[in-house]
């Protein structure tokens, strides 16, 4: 999800103090707005540092965190474009914050990995696959489901809010249990990607691999990247 130019000119121009700090001693850290429930920016920093490897922040200059007119109107917590990671304050805990800049680090990796990623189109094989079981499922519940969602491997809002107003988050929750990692992987190739990326990297990598081999293979090779 792109977040306008004028994000990137509001922060830039803004007479508000910042505070900054660094990540791996080079990637600036601006604090815009303050952050809620006492959360410590150098709690996520060295938990970041600890976990994660260096070289998968390859493609970020920066990272700012506070109000933004754009996460508001779409109601999304962070986004990645140009360089920039732009994170909500409004965070419940520092969890909440950490998994959000991992989950945009997914997005900056797409572009310069797009054909190791993409180009085979295995990756999107997989994700139709799933796609299309939880399509056949909902449809065997009683669900009107669209026909053209079955082959999108794009994000399409109308097929988001489908799954997370009509159909509601427990019950997608249950339909996509085993078959996603996530219920929000569900929703494009895009967010499959960065879903699994995350999984691997803070939750069960052993699972990732059960559920979704070649999402799991991808990812283990661009970790691996480093070495």
């Known amino acids: 999800m792109k977040v306008e130019q004028r994000s990137i000119d509001y922060v830039a121009n803004s007479n508000l103090n910042k505070i900054e700090y660094f990540l791996f001693s080079r990637i600036p850290i601006l604090i815009k707005d303050r952050l809620e429930n006492e959360i410590k920016i150098k709690d996520v920093?060295?938990?970041?540092?600890?976990?994660?490897?260096?070289?998968?922040?390859?493609?970020?200059?920066?990272?700012?965190?506070?109000?933004?007119?754009?996460?508001?109107?779409?109601?999304?917590?962070?986004?990645?474009?140009?360089?920039?990671?732009?994170?909500?304050?409004?965070?419940?805990?520092?969890?909440?914050?950490?998994?959000?800049?991992?989950?945009?680090?997914?997005?900056?990796?797409?572009?310069?990995?797009?054909?190791?990623?993409?180009?085979?189109?295995?990756?999107?094989?997989?994700?139709?696959?799933?796609?299309?079981r939880l399509l056949d499922i909902l449809r065997s519940n009683g669900?009107?489901?669209?026909?053209?969602?079955?082959?999108?491997?794009?994000?399409?809002?109308?097929?988001?809010?489908?799954?997370?107003?009509?159909?509601?988050?427990?019950k997608l929750q249950s339909f996509t249990r085993g078959l996603f990692v996530t219920p929000y992987s569900a929703t494009s190739l895009s967010e499959y990607f960065s879903e699994g990326f995350e999984h691997y990297l803070l939750h069960d990598p052993i699972y990732l691999n059960k559920i979704s081999p070649e999402l799991y293979t991808k990812v283990r090779y661009l970790v691996g990247q480093d070495e």
Not at 111 to 130: A, R
Not at 143 to 165: C, G, N, P, V
């Open 45 to 132: 920093i060295d938990k970041i540092e600890k976990r994660i490897p260096e070289h998968l922040f390859y493609e970020i200059d920066t990272i700012i965190i506070g109000q933004f007119p754009e996460l508001i109107q779409r109601d999304v917590k962070s986004v990645y474009t140009d360089g920039a990671i732009y994170a909500t304050n409004v965070q419940k805990n520092s969890d909440d914050l950490f998994d959000d800049i991992i989950h945009e680090i997914a997005h900056s990796l797409e572009k310069p990995y797009g054909m190791d990623l993409y180009g085979d189109d295995k990756l999107q094989f997989e994700f139709l696959g799933k796609k299309q």
């Open 143 to 170: 669900y009107t489901i669209a026909y053209d969602w079955d082959q999108s491997s794009d994000y399409e809002e109308d097929f988001d809010e489908f799954l997370y107003f009509d159909l509601g988050f427990e």
